[in-house]
């Protein structure tokens, strides 16, 4: 008995600290989800997750394919988000177990993710092939093909690239037929997702969309046309046109001309009050429209060319990427442009290649990926001075997890 | 060793139980908490916690004092909220572990509550004594007294009784003396939170106050004066004066006059793209007022005297709650005016005594607690449908935890 006993005693031991650890781990790992960080590494086909109250790694999650171009979301509670990366794969990755949760295939590529109003489901818009997915949020099975098919010169029929999706308070996903100049609108409530408004005609070559902050209007940019469309998404009654030459002026020969280093994405206008910024094509600034006619107010020079243009939370000031040739001066700069007397008030040098800031929900800090030094820079928003740095792998896009309970983000 | 072979088996087995259902309810409890909805009871000094996306009750949370007009904030990350009792009590809740993790008294009698903009400390501002004090947010620990002192006809000094605080974009906390009849701006990021701004003289007797929901605009309500202070908080250079006789119309024999249940909140104000819904004092009518000039669009009747006026997320729909005799028919009514017609489209048969309807992140679904029928409300939005009743013991204040990545909030 004297051997059981120890023998006893040893496994009372081992067990009550297995019990322990796993108490332990549990306790550590403990935290809301309202403010989390999600940083794209894209070279190494993973994320980082950030605790942006405390500034800390919170750890990584890998195997989430080709992520060059990688686009989302979040689950209404944050607990999840869904990532689309480029080579088609969609991943859902628990921010909490920091865990990947499912994963499947929305298509050979893609491009865009949305989650529905309801939180019951995810689409995916494709460039191979054409159209859009519907996947339960869940399982991730695909519930609904969407093939977008428009109509070739000949009369035959082919799927078109999407770009998009985006969600409305009305529980629609809008996304637009890059091939076809078409939008189309799907009712997410209805059974089957009927695409229930096709606006045909919209501009030669649809590339990016957005929702207005209010939730209320849809805008797409168009490639090849000197306007954008704009839809108001209470009454669906037609694609307005936005006369975008000024934002285009450097295609069309006036102004600077400079190479055109990325298409800026609409995601990434900043509509702060009345004011809309939005970076120009191909040109070192900042344009500045009144949304209410749609007029410019002001061009604002900056050092590259735009690429995000983000507004604080609060809407006092606008953060600007640049990019420019790879090792230039201006691939480094951060500029924040004060709004009520539009200009430069400060310029920041973050390092080679810093882009894609995202602020924290309430605005006191930034994130932005150093690109170019594989490492993750926060900053403090009211003192401009660098918080603390993270060494990260070719960093990228920044989400913060507040976009759970915004539309069209 | 047989039996102590058995007694190590059992041994085995009921701490490998022990760890397992640990690891189970750990499971079971697993959610992000970007859209709880915490529900006051006020009768039971508790509160219920409800997973708002799957409308399921997770757990309640007791022992939170005199929750008579409680009001509460959330931590950054919505692990947390942090609850003012009428009697003083401050509790801090986790949302997670559904437990009380501190509690301390503030004062004698406090009656609103706010977070810094960085998370660090709690706001909270006091009828007795007089003056608001600053938490620790980690611990409940008062780190700073404000009296709040103001000079009464004979000379002498007296703390006033202050209503707010609100926090802003800049980590600014601003409250109103209610006798003083004063406003101070506190900042939260200087050492000893000095008030850098009093303004005097706003009018007569300051009750409640907003910030828009841009976070630009603090507002003032004053009890006897003609008018209602505005203050830009990115200048802090003066409160202008908004006419709201047209609101104040029945206390100056205008109008229907019907008794003044409950003064309406300036919290409760709608504002949906550039128009703000207030209720009227007094009188069976939302007013509605263009937020550049604050010229009175209209008036829209409605059924009782509105208490809190909800902007629908997106902005397309004002949803009223209506105060009137007990037993009365009004008070069981719920109206939802659209913003688009500026009328009421539907009147809903809440229950008895409905109050409080609180939107989901994205609007698809409202809570309401029906007061006199001890039971929560879960409404379809886009239906008018009733999708689910909890039981609930004089539900009160409703409080979705998207208020984490608001100002003012």
């Known amino acids: 008995m004297r051997i059981s006993g120890i023998i006893i005693g040893a496994l009372f031991f081992l067990f009550s600290s297995a019990c322990q650890s796993a108490a332990e781990e549990g306790s550590k790992k403990i935290y809301g989800t309202a403010a989390l960080m999600v940083v794209v590494e894209r070279e190494d086909g993973r994320v980082a997750v950030f605790d942006s109250v405390n500034h800390e790694l919170i750890g990584r999650i890998a195997g989430l394919g080709n992520l060059r171009h990688a686009s989302m979301v979040f689950s209404r509670d944050a607990r999840f988000a869904f990532v689309a990366a480029r080579d088609g794969t969609i991943s859902k990755i628990d921010l909490l177990g920091m865990e990947l949760a499912a994963r499947k295939k929305a298509g050979e590529s893609s491009i865009g993710i949305a989650i529905s109003r309801d939180n ?27 093939p977008a098919e428009f109509t070739l ?79 108001d998404t209470w ?26 280093h990325h298409i800026p994405h609409l995601e990434s206008w900043a509509i702060a009050g009345r004011l809309a910024f939005v970076p120009a094509f191909a040109e070192k600034r900042v344009i500045v429209y009144e949304t209410d006619g749609w007029t410019v107010v002001k061009s604002i020079p900056v050092s590259g060319t735009p690429l995000f243009v983000v507004a604080r939370p609060g809407g006092r000031e606008i953060w600007v990427d640049n990019v420019g040739e790879p090792g230039s001066n201006e691939e480094r700069l951060i500029e924040v442009i004060d709004v009520e007397r539009l200009e430069v008030k400060k310029t920041i040098d973050a390092g080679k290649g810093a882009i894609h800031p995202q602020f ?44 759970a309970s915004k539309f069209g983000l």
């Not at 295609?251 to 055109?260: F, H, N, R, S």
Request: hydrophobic share 40%.
């Open 120 to 146: 019951r489901y995810i689409m995916v818009c494709n460039y191979e092939p054409g159209g859009a997915v519907v996947m339960d949020s869940a399982t991730l099975e695909v519930v609904k093909e969407i």
């Open 235 to 260: 009454k669906l009654d037609g694609m307005k046109r936005i006369d975008v030459r000024e934002r285009r002026g450097a295609i069309k020969k006036d102004g600077e001309k400079v190479p055109l």
């Open 360 to 403: 924290t929900p309430k605005g006191e800090a930034v994130y932005i990926s150093i690109q170019g030094e594989d490492r993750i820079a926060v900053y403090d928003a009211d003192t401009y001075a660098l918080i603390k740095d993270f060494p990260a792998k070719r960093p990228s896009g920044i989400f913060s997890s507040d976009r």
């Open 153 to 231: 010169p000949d009369g035959s029929k082919s799927r078109a690239r999407t770009v998009g999706p985006l969600d409305t308070a009305d529980n629609l996903m809008i996304f637009a037929l890059m091939e076809g100049n078409a939008v189309w609108v799907v009712d997410m409530r209805q059974e089957g997702f009927p695409a229930i408004r096709k606006f045909e005609d919209v501009g030669d070559t649809p590339y990016d969309q957005l929702i207005t902050p209010d939730g209320r209007h849809y805008m797409v940019g168009l490639l090849n046309s000197d306007w954008m469309g704009l839809l």
